[in-house]
């Protein structure tokens, strides 16, 4: 017999969501480092990059901030799109999460804070509520404080530590990602729906915006997902 969690969860399955959660959390947490050290070669001093990560937490939104600091007026249109663009997706999130998660009040805005791409895979990748809302809140909390830990570091080390991005940090949040997408590839149709959304935001990529490639896939990925599969769909 499985032994449960005194809320229910059994304590197996809250296993798999602790260590997804801490997964995701260190191998995007990690790449905060890139972040403090651009932000301070960009101008800033530590407190102003801590104080991004802590109040803005948004990772691309931030890398555009620090964009616009660095490349004054001429990289400001481009940048804002950008920003825009990843606010829209986490709006789209929070349309998802809303109900799912079913807070109010101040959790409500904690909610809020924390609801970012990481977040919401590991929540979502659950097949029980209560292993979604305990991989949401994990996973933002681990992010959160391992993300403003290594945005400390990168600040204080600033160049110090080189290009930031040659430790392939970034790479290592795409094979997280890529690990919680693996075990929903269960069918025909939703190893079709991921390749389709993969292909689309690749060739996207080189010609448009950042964030505009993911929203389009996600759109081709609705659109292949509820066409008609025939009679017995």
């Known amino acids: ?40 070669a960009a101008g800033l001093d530590v407190w102003q990059a801590m104080a991004l990560s802590l109040l803005m937490f948004t990772g691309g939104s931030q890398f555009a901030f620090i964009g616009i600091v660095a490349g004054g007026v001429q990289a400001a249109p481009a940048a804002i799109g950008a920003s825009s663009l990843l606010g829209v997706r986490n709006g789209l999130y929070a349309l998802e999460l809303t109900q799912l998660l079913g807070v109010t009040g101040l959790r409500r805005l904690g909610a809020a804070h924390l609801t970012i791409d990481e977040s919401t895979a590991v929540a979502v990748s659950q097949d029980d509520v209560r292993a979604s809302r305990l991989g949401f809140w994990l996973t933002g909390g681990a992010v959160f404080t391992l993300w403003n830990l290594a945005t400390l570091g990168g600040a204080l080390l600033g160049t110090q530590v080189g290009d930031p991005r040659t430790y ?39 010609s448009l915006p950042l964030g505009v490639p993911v929203l389009v896939a996600a759109f081709a990925a609705l659109i292949v997902w509820r066409a008609p599969r025939g009679r017995d769909a």
């Open 168 to 206: 392939g940090l970034d790479a290592a949040a795409c094979a997280a990602f890529t690990a919680l997408l693996w075990p929903r590839l269960r069918s025909r149709d939703a190893v079709a729906v991921a390749a389709v959304a993969a292909v689309v935001s690749i060739a996207l990529s080189p």
């Open 1 to 40: 017999m499985t032994e449960a969690h005194p809320r229910g969860l059994p304590r197996a399955e809250r296993t798999v969501v602790v260590r997804e959660a801490l997964s995701v959390g260190i191998a995007t947490g990690a790449y905060g480092i890139s972040f403090g050290a651009l932000a301070v």
